[in-house]
């Protein structure tokens, strides 16, 4: 079937409640970024099962995907002193993301001048005087200019100033750490637009990384980040969200080549849920999960509804420590709206469960990807400084339940996740069928993304 086939494809919806007939009932007004939606049909033509399962698809992303895109490489509170630094990686690539003497925060490509060593360990992080090469001992200063080599004498055809390390685009953006690999690419405000007009970047900024999950998967990359571009498989995978949750009916929305959102809704059962449910049936469940300050006992008042309720009951709790929510609509606080930022990063910007997903191949396999997870808390308004997280690093076949800290309850839902990944990477190389069908509305976003990557490796299909 072709893209024009029907001029009615994409228009049909979910039945029941939309998100946008639950936003009208909000207790707030709600801003307007919410209450606008952009979609438009893209196409329905299956995506071909090789671009997740081709070496030679995933060497053209290695070649012209990863090295001009902005991805977020770490927190500013990863490297709060002068010295500190982390170390990002994503496929081949290598990047030291560290605070100079003046305080102004660099990035360099992880490699030595001299034999092209790396110079500080993939995936790690601390603080050192000076960037120096474990190897022979060529040691750069800070602000990358080459401080000292051994054997001086043995160089005379070495400049000084033609050794500095090599700088990396950085950005900032809500308290990350962006970097492009990409002279050339667009601004970060630019390539993240509209969510810098969306979401005030406070919002992320005062927070800090209370925990942080790095989880092995036995998948492309791309299946990983996809588990999470829709909300269609929560009927069949999250079952147990029915009650609580949208699934169906979620708002999807893209913007440009880069950005995408859904809008989840908490507080409302799915239509296809059999059960019928009080609002405050709902509101006892949907006090399950990792919610803090959940209090038992609160009580739906007449006429009212648990969406109305919880987001009082965070009002009242959080907010009495961290920002001023008064006037915060209910969905800014209680709903999942997440953005996805190509290539691998999605931000949820929902009071109650700020989470931060990024997604990237481990080494050069194809078949292998790591998933970061961290959850983001306010930081103290006194200015009391707050260590981030360590990640907890995961096999692909350990639960996120024996994580310390981690809520049973959310923990499930993302064993969930990702135990479909691996058996959709193979499921994909078992196939006769040449590549995947997707929903015109509910999977919009995946389609939104491979047509951007089509863009970034130049071809169209
Ligand atoms: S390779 Fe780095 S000092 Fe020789
Ligand atoms: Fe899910």
């Keep these: 079937m072709s893209a024009t086939a029907n001029p009615k494809s994409g228009e049909a919806r979910c039945p029941g409640i ?28 299956d995506i071909p099962y090789e671009r997740y399962t081709s070496q030679a698809f995933f060497d053209q992303e290695v070649e012209r995907l990863w090295p001009r895109t902005w991805q977020w490489a770490c927190r500013e509170e990863h490297i709060p002193e002068s010295g500190d630094y982390y170390v990002y990686d994503v496929g081949p690539y290598s990047v030291i993301v560290t605070r100079t003497e003046s305080g102004e925060i ?44 051994p054997c001086e004498w043995d160089f005379p055809h070495v400049r000084a100033e033609a050794m500095s390390l090599t700088p990396v685009r950085l950005g900032l953006w809500g308290g990350f750490v962006f970097i492009n690999l990409d002279p050339d690419a ?30 092995e998967l036995n998948c492309n ?53 059999k059960e019928a449910m009080t609002e405050q049936e709902i509101l006892d469940l949907f006090l399950i999960g990792d919610r803090d300050d959940v209090a038992e006992g609160l009580v739906v008042p007449e006429g009212g509804n648990a969406r109305q309720v919880m987001a009082q009951h965070f009002r009242d709790s959080v907010g009495k420590k961290g920002p001023d929510l008064s006037q915060v609509s209910d969905s800014e606080i209680v709903d999942s709206i997440a953005y996805f930022v190509f290539p691998n990063q999605q931000f949820f910007s929902g009071v109650s469960f700020p ?60 064993d969930q996740d990702t135990g479909n990944m691996q058996a959709a990477h193979e499921g994909a190389l078992a196939a006769a069928k040449p590549g995947a069908t997707l929903g015109n509305y509910q999977e919009v ?17």
């Excluded at 946008?20 to 970024?33: I, K, N």
């Excluded at 498989?233 to 859904?262: I, P, W």
């Design 18 to 45: 939309s998100v946008q007939d639950l936003l009208a009932r909000d207790s707030r007004p709600v801003p307007a970024y919410l209450t606008s939606q952009n979609y438009s049909f893209l196409g329905d033509e």
């Design 106 to 149: 660099k990035a360099y490509r992880n490699s030595c001048m001299h034999r092209g060593t790396k110079l500080k360990p993939s995936f790690s992080s601390g603080a050192s005087f000076s960037i120096r090469c474990p190897y022979h001992g060529w040691d750069w200063n800070l602000d990358g200019t080459l401080k000292s080599f």
């Design 186 to 215: 667009p601004p970060l405000l630019e390539y993240l637009d509209p969510l810098p007009k969306h979401i005030d970047s406070r919002v992320f900024e005062e927070r800090y990384v209370a925990q942080h999950i790095q989880k």
């Design 221 to 273: 990359w791309k299946i990983a980040s996809e588990a999470f571009l829709e909300a269609y498989h929560v009927m069949e995978t999250h079952s147990q969200l029915m009650r609580t949750n949208g699934d169906a009916n979620t708002q999807y929305d893209f913007y440009g080549d880069h950005v995408s959102r859904l809008i989840n809704v908490a507080g409302s059962p799915s239509t296809f849920l």
């Design 355 to 414: 989470i931060v997903y990024r997604f990237r191949p481990l080494g050069m396999h194809e078949d292998r990807a790591l998933f970061d997870l961290i959850l983001l808390k306010p930081r103290p308004t006194d200015g009391t400084r707050v260590e981030p997280a360590l990640p907890v690093w995961l096999k692909a076949e350990e639960s996120y339940t024996i994580v310390p800290g981690m809520d049973p309850y959310v923990g499930e839902v993302f």
């Design 445 to 461: 976003r995946i389609r939104h993304f491979h047509q951007t990557l089509s863009k970034y490796l130049g071809s169209t299909d």
